[in-house]
Antibody, heavy 120, light 110 residues
Framework: EVQLVESGGGLIQPGGSLRLSCAAS????????MSWVRQAPGKGLEWVSV???????YYADSVKGRFTISRDNSKNTLYLQMNSLRAEDTAVYYC??????????????WGQGTLVTVSS | QSALTQPASVSGSPGQSITISCTGT?????????VSWYQQHPGKAPKLMIY???KRPSGVSNRFSGSKSGNTASLTISGLQAEDEADYYC??????????FGGGTKLTVL
């Protein structure tokens, strides 16, 4: 059974840093395309970043230069390093598997999400 | 990376059919057959309902169907049921390994 479990969210001051983790089971993270999608309170979904099986990474303009997606193959875990956090980064962050052939066709498995709150 | 345009809300009575539109541009919806739809109940993670415009994942009811014409994709739900009440989001590949979601549509079953 595929499972994605995020952790690492919390309250952080503007300008601070936070690293989110996503432990996967039931499949191999390094052999799949993985993404982060976020949802601000009461708002819609926003794609954040993707890492492909070959290691290439891409970001939404809103987080480019501040966020870094990575993975630890030995731990079967996906990460999102978030630096220079802003109030507008406040959201539930979902770890998601991107299914299908390149560049991916759909987000088929979602974690339960972890809440990041950026506030002083 | 502007969000795709969806109606804020739609409603229908049990047994009826409704359609949710998702309008993008020739750079996303109109240029790729990579539109997907997600259902989200309050406090829950989104669930994939349609992928590649019109395909249903295993386990999704055939009451859900998808289509596309030009820069607009659509999700149709037939035989509305109470449990269909949720938020629905479209998503499209936007090129250069980026993705864009719609603003979401709240479906109310009257």
């Amino acid at each position: 059974e595929v499972q994605l479990v995020e952790s690492g969210g919390g309250l952080i001051q503007p300008g601070g840093s936070l690293r989110l983790s996503c432990a996967a089971s039931g499949f191999t993270v390094s052999s799949n395309y993985m993404s982060w999608v976020r949802q601000a309170p009461g708002k819609g979904l926003e794609w954040v970043s993707v890492i492909y099986s070959g290691g290439s990474t891409y970001y939404a303009d809103s987080v480019k230069g501040r966020f870094t997606i990575s993975r630890d193959n030995s731990k079967n875990t996906l990460y999102l390093q978030m630096n220079s956090l802003r109030a507008e980064d406040t959201a539930v962050y979902y770890c998601v598997r991107l299914s299908g052939s390149y560049p991916g066709t759909d987000f088929d498995y979602w974690g339960q999400g972890t809440l990041v709150t950026v506030s002083s | 990376q502007s969000a795709l345009t969806q109606p804020a809300s739609v409603s229908g009575s049990p047994g009826q059919s409704i359609t949710i539109s998702c309008t993008g541009t020739s750079s996303d919806v109109g240029n790729y057959n990579l539109v997907s739809w997600y259902q989200q109940h309050p406090g829950k993670a989104p669930k994939l309902m349609i992928y590649e415009g019109s395909k249903r994942p295993s386990g999704v009811s055939n009451r859900f169907s998808g289509s596309k014409s030009g820069n607009t994709a659509s999700l149709t739900i037939s035989g509305l049921q109470a449990e269909d009440e949720a938020d629905y989001y479209c998503c499209s590949y936007a090129g250069s390994s980026t993705w864009v979601f719609g603003g979401g549509t709240k479906l109310t079953v009257l």
